[in-house]
């Protein structure tokens, strides 16, 4: 074991000690009750408390207000909130995660400042994806202008999670559009209070709306709020991108475990076809749920062991598309399986599903969602993409 | 004491040397014709490089690796499709008589001596699951034994078996010598392992000859089981690692329609799913090592170990047998000649995965193992500790 894992061990009594006596029993239910105002807000207190205590970021640098503990600590962290159920603050996802690590890694000292407001609970929301740049990103076409001390920005962007709440948007903009389309690129913070900028939220399948448009009209961005320089956006963009995607996989693997326990028990409870027998004596549902538990294994093992590799070598290369590709898919066959248990019972009117994690409990909203998993942050096909042209090195998709 | 990622890498390295030298996959339909089916000068050099007593503590004249040594063995023959019953003998027959050895109070001093004799090369040996013999007497007075065990894997070259009579709490083990039963070979699809019927007449177990019986006996075959699968699972990972790369150099080469076929996202993406079930394999394997390298006591195993052996077992023969399967597909007519290597693997991913009693076998036994876990009853239908394995315990 490695300095950096022994240090994350040595943590874990403390955030699983700390988590013990600040349980928040019963916050699902809870927050399916309540407007989705209160819901984020819930989720920002949360953060706060967690920061307080010194676990909401455990992995970052001390500078930052972590305690050093690096990805070996996060992984811990998220492992010991996912075994407690604690409620993980998802509309800061895009804070904690992809804006913290661009900041502390491509940042200036002036952007550095916006740090504190982070572990605040202040919400960062993602303006990457366009109506007509999806999996091909690189395409985008909002525009970003120099004039003097600031850039004009027009466009749309779509897919932006919690955009209604948030404080400040993360913008790839076009800057130079007669550079090859990757190098045109821009990477910017906007201040999403400023004039021009319209949010109009997109109803999802489930029923529920954290997804927004964003829409920029003339929108000026001061200058020193540009990250990197012009035309460095999409590398910027990539790299603690990547990152940031493959250290989820630690508390998801761990949910699905739990989930299943969850539905063997839920099975026991449930009728099977002979009298006074349960679901669970059948063998049809058994060999299901063998075969749901042996892939979960298998996703744990790989998750520990990529993630191993990568606080060691420092290098993610492509085992981000592996695991979310494994985890995805894995993800959609057992809600599948879940959904299908619970008869006529599962597909009752949604209503309006609340943000309460990836597995909320409610079979048929976890199946649904788990398509945003196979699409969101390059889709299954991308992923493959990948797999094929960087690990196996076949020929390129032709590209224009 | 386990080995070190670096000494892995060195074991790895000298086993394909050895392999690649002396055994390649090129050769393999000479040999597999052969006598024995495998080639005797490779078993050798396997017993001097002390591979056949891998799993042997030194105390006992063996080379004392661990579990993720032999995971890295079986890779390596996995790749080359290693005729022979290295997993049979040199794992499954072993493990059980490690374990006989192990017991206090060993019971006579031929389990050692038969294990010297493998270890070394001299002899070999199958373990058989003889749970379905028909078995009169105890193991008190010593057991009368008739009936047929079907397609022992490894049986039909081994000297002698050890065989695991009984069920449940009344299994017990012995050793018994190839000529006192009557050997009918079966033939495999997959020819680089041979498989025998063994037909017991009548033949009388005195107490002396019972190694082991109850709850030491289920223990001993319980960690020959899991050693079995771990060593299967394996050379299954190691056979998809190779057979993808075949499948993969092939779509870069093979041009249609003015394109190599590997440029099409059909071919591609099939070709990275088959990735991901060879990285997953890998890595689900090594875990399973790693979970055995951590058991102290060798009677009481936690379901969680059992679990993860299982799930490596389950998930690494089915990956197995669906890259073999693809990777035919991507060669088109060519993958599906006599010639092409892309046969020989998947019938020895289904070899293995039958092996090892079926894929809804081992989810059956992952789906037991979890709901004891959850504190849910137990179901008539469910088969924990049933005989999914080895076909032994």
């Known amino acids: 074991m490695t300095d950096d894992r022994l240090a994350a061990e040595r943590y874990r009594p403390e955030i699983s ?19 989705e105002s209160e819901v984020v807000r819930f989720y920002q ?13 455990p992995h970052w640098p001390v500078s930052f207000g972590g305690r050093g503990l690096g990805f070996a600590g996060q992984a811990v962290a998220q492992q010991e909130l996912s075994r407690a159920d604690a409620p993980r603050p998802r509309p800061m996802a895009i804070s904690l995660g992809h804006a913290a690590a661009t900041l502390m890694e491509h940042g200036t000292e002036e952007q550095h400042k916006l740090i504190p407001q982070i572990l605040d609970g202040e919400i960062f929301c993602q303006g990457f994806s366009e109506p007509e740049a999806g999996s091909d990103l690189a395409s985008l076409r909002t525009r970003a202008v120099r004039r003097g001390d600031v850039y004009v920005v027009d466009g749309q962007k779509t897919w932006s999670s919690f955009a209604r709440y948030a404080r400040w948007c993360l913008l790839l903009a076009r800057t130079d559009p007669a550079a090859p389309k990757h190098r045109g690129i821009t990477f910017f913070i906007v201040d999403m209070l400023s004039p021009g900028i319209t949010v109009r939220p997109i109803r999802q399948a489930t029923g529920s709306s954290e997804f927004c448009e964003i829409f920029f009209d003339g929108v000026e961005v001061p200058a020193p709020m540009r990250v990197g320089d012009d035309g460095e956006g999409w590398r910027i963009a990539q790299t603690t991108l990547v990152t940031e995607r493959a250290a989820q996989m630690i508390e998801l693997t761990e949910s699905l475990r739990r989930s299943l326990d969850r539905l063997i028990r839920d099975a026991a409870g449930l009728p099977g076809r002979a009298p006074g027998s349960s679901l669970l004596d059948e063998s049809y549902f058994r060999a299901q749920v063998g075969a749901l538990g042996t892939e979960i294994e298998v996703l744990s093992a790989l998750t520990q062991r990529s993630l191993a590799a990568v606080t060691d070598t420092g290098d993610i290369g492509p085992t981000s598309s592996i695991l979310k590709l494994f ?18 019972d599962v597909v009752e009117d949604l209503g309006e599903p609340r943000e309460v994690g990836y597995l909320s409990g409610r079979p048929f909203v976890d199946h649904l969602r788990s398509w945003t998993w196979t699409i969101a942050a390059g889709t299954s096909e991308i992923q493959r993409n990948v797999i094929a042209e960087r690990v196996l090195g076949l020929p390129r998709e032709v590209r224009l | 004491m386990t080995s070190t990622a670096e000494e892995r890498a060195a074991l790895a390295d000298a086993v394909a040397g050895l392999l690649v030298d002396h055994d390649p996959v090129d050769s393999l339909s000479a ?6 089916g495998y080639r005797t000068e490779t078993w050798s050099l396997l017993a001097e490089q002390g591979l056949l007593g891998l799993l042997v503590p030194e105390s006992l004249g063996g080379s004392g690796g661990c579990h993720g040594d032999i995971v890295v063995v079986c890779t390596q023959m996995g790749r080359v499709l290693l005729p022979g019953p290295f997993i049979s003998g040199a794992v499954a027959a072993t493990s059980a008589l490690v374990g006989v050895c192990e017991m206090t109070g060993a019971p006579s001093a031929a389990p050692e001596e038969l294990l010297g004799d493998l270890v070394a090369g001299r002899r070999t040996a199958a373990l058989v699951d003889g749970g379905r013999l028909t078995l009169t007497g105890s193991a008190r007075q010593g057991y009368a034994v008739t009936g047929t065990i079907r397609r022992a894997v490894g049986a039909a070259t081994a000297d002698a078996f050890v ?26 699809a997959d020819a680089t392992r041979r498989a025998a019927d063994l037909r017991f007449d009548d033949l009388a177990i005195p107490p002396a000859a019972i190694l082991a019986s109850g709850a030491d006996a289920a223990a001993v075959l319980r960690w020959a089981e899991l050693r079995t699968r771990l060593a299967v699972a394996a050379d299954s990972a190691g056979g998809a690692r190779e057979v993808l790369g075949l499948a993969t150099s092939y779509a870069g080469t093979r041009v249609q329609f003015g394109r190599p076929i590997g440029s099409f996202q059909a071919i591609k993406h099939k070709l990275a799913s088959m990735y991901v079930a060879v990285q997953s394999s890998a890595a689900v394997v090594a875990e399973a090592a790693d979970v055995l390298d951590a058991q102290t006591a060798r009677g009481q195993l936690p379901g969680a170990a059992m679990r993860t052996v299982t799930a490596a077992a389950a998930h690494c023969t089915s990956s197995y047998v669906s890259v073999a399967g693809d990777a035919i597909q991507t ?34 036994s992952v789906a037991d193992l979890l709901a004891v876990d959850v504190g849910s009853p137990q179901s008539d239908v469910g088969v924990a500790g049933a005989r999914v394995g080895t076909g032994v315990a």
């Open chain 1, 17 to 35: 000690g700390w988590l013990a006596e600040h349980s928040q029993a019963g916050w699902r239910s809870r927050l399916q009750a309540s407007p």
């Open chain 1, 45 to 57: 207190d949360w953060a706060r408390q967690l920061h307080a205590a010194g676990h909401l970021v």
């Open chain 1, 327 to 344: 985890f995805s898919e894995l993800l959609q066959r057992f809600t599948r399986v879940d959904a299908q248990v619970h008869g006529m």
């Open chain 2, 31 to 36: 040999v597999v014709d052969g006598p024995t």
């Open chain 2, 163 to 188: 065989v695991a009579v009984g069920t449940g709490d009344e299994v017990a083990l012995t050793v018994v010598e190839r000529s006192a039963v009557e050997v009918t070979e079966v033939r495999l």
């Open chain 2, 331 to 364: 060669h088109g007519g060519i993958g599906f000649t006599w010639e092409h290597p892309c046969h020989r693997f998947f019938k020895r991913a289904w070899l293995n995965q039958a092996w090892l009693g079926g894929e809804a076998a081992m989810h059956l």
